[in-house]
């Protein structure tokens, strides 16, 4: 951190060198926007949760740490008068996407509704051993909230409210499953923990409607493209990967995120770089080919981003 601040100072300083003004505090600002992202707030630390809203219903995606903030941001509503009702649904089980859960404070209110989904059958199992001692000191039994379960059908449309959620298969060593959210014309690709192993239409037979179509995806990028290569069947991939389902598929605008927890701000600067190089590159041999290629927005998702769609 010290070193990071030192850059940034250090690069403000410099900023104005040659200048026939000295530098201000109105400097200061435009001076901060123009820093890569990784000297100026980082990806963020949080593990997987994602909220989907639409004008009467919003669904979270995974209990990972950030649901922990998001709870918070909850009891503003409904849910801190213990009128709420939150729907979660869950790829999969892995302690990343589920270790925010005990700090999700609704679920400890009286009044509140949660829902729970997955197309897993251990659903119930899982979230009752997470809320039991000695892993947590509240047990199940005693969370105010009143909690439901729900089993989610392979490929079957699910509605809540005015959107529509699918579950489709991803490419991980443990079941996981991605979802499709589809609302008025519009539609939202989560394809998070997958190496993507399957990559061609017809290897992805009934789940290739998942990257079919949509307005914004977000896709799994914890390794670099060499990485991905050293750690085959740990169910991850690299931006490259999903760069050229997109652009094959006709994706709008992708971000991707599940960064590797053990990279700085600055590696995960580097694997950005070395995707755009990829990219790059790409469209480079196409027009040398005289091919059409679809053009994808694109970049690494940071914590706390809100995308309309």
């Known amino acids: 951190m010290r070193a990071r601040m030192k850059d940034v100072v250090t690069r403000f300083a410099e900023s104005g060198m040659g200048k026939k003004s000295a530098l201000s505090l109105d400097h200061v600002e ?61 790829t999969h089980f892995h302690w990343d996407h589920l270790i925010g859960l005990p700090f999700f404070v609704p679920i400890f209110i009286p009044g509140n509704k949660i829902h729970f989904y997955a197309v897993q059958p251990e659903l119930e199992e899982v979230i009752r051993t997470i809320f039991k001692k000695p892993f947590f000191p509240v047990p199940f039994e005693y969370l105010g909230a009143e909690i439901s379960f729900h089993r989610l059908e392979p490929r079957k449309p699910k509605a809540f409210g005015d959107l529509m959620a699918t579950p489709y298969q991803l490419d991980h060593p443990d079941p996981c499953w991605g979802f499709r959210f589809e609302r008025e014309g519009m539609a939202y690709a989560h394809c998070v923990d997958t190496e993507a192993s399957r990559v061609t239409p017809e290897e992805l037979g009934p789940d290739l409607p998942l990257y079919q179509n949509v307005d914004l995806m977000v896709f799994d990028a914890q390794y670099t493209l060499m990485e991905t290569i050293e750690k085959i069947d740990w169910g991850h991939a690299a931006a490259s990967i999903g760069l050229d389902l997109a652009m094959r598929e006709g994706v709008k605008r992708m971000l991707f995120m599940h960064h590797d927890p053990a990279s700085s701000d600055e590696k995960i600067a580097e694997a950005e770089a070395e995707a755009r190089r990829y990219y790059d590159s790409q469209l480079r041999a196409a027009k040398r080919a005289g091919k059409k290629i679809h053009e994808v927005e694109w970049s690494f998702a940071t914590e706390g981003m809100v995308i309309p769609l």
């Open 30 to 90: 435009p001076f901060l926007a123009s820093l890569p992202q990784h000297l100026y707030g980082g990806f963020g630390g949080n593990t997987p949760c994602i909220e989907v809203r639409a004008a009467q219903q919003r669904a979270i995606i995974d209990g990972g740490s950030g649901i922990r903030p998001l709870g918070y941001e909850l009891l503003r509503g409904p849910c801190g008068k213990g009128q709420g009702e939150v729907h979660i649904l869950f």
